[in-house]
């Protein structure tokens, strides 16, 4: 997805230098560079220097950003989104509470009334 957005590809010249790399890597030789090739197939060769492509693009991109040391305000905004929430709840189960009591008062009048 980086590489199409970037538009990163491989060239003949770093498809030719990334696949001398790699069969010297596991031990081929130029002679051999050819099994090494028909071994792995040219896409997955592509594949694997194309990822290491938009890794190093990544590492040259990325911008570091230092996280401020603010705990202690992180801290009270917590605190205080936590007591609105509770606050919240019990002004609800009160509310619910008090409407409960008030149906019932409903239904005993109700009662009376019907005697």
């Known amino acids: 997805l980086v590489a ?3 538009k990163l590809n491989i060239s003949d010249k770093e498809y030719q230098i990334g696949l001398k790399r ?3 890597t ?3 030789t130029s002679d051999t560079l050819a ?3 028909e071994q792995y197939g040219e896409d997955i060769i ?3 220097l194309l990822q290491e492509k938009v890794a190093a693009y990544l590492a040259k991109s ?3 950003v230092e996280q401020e040391d603010d705990t202690s305000e992180t801290g009270s905004a917590a605190s ?3 007591s609105s929430s509770e606050n919240s709840n019990s002004s609800e189960n009160s509310s619910s509470s008090e409407n409960s009591d008030a149906t019932q008062d409903n ?3 109700a009662e009376e009334s019907a005697e």
């Open 35 to 37: 099994q090494f090739e």
């Open 26 to 28: 596991s031990g081929y």
């Open 46 to 48: 592509k594949n694997s």
């Open 80 to 82: 205080e989104d936590s």
């Open 62 to 64: 990325c911008v570091q």
């Open 22 to 24: 790699y069969a010297s």
């Open 4 to 6: 199409d957005k970037k």
């Open 107 to 109: 239904a005993d009048t």
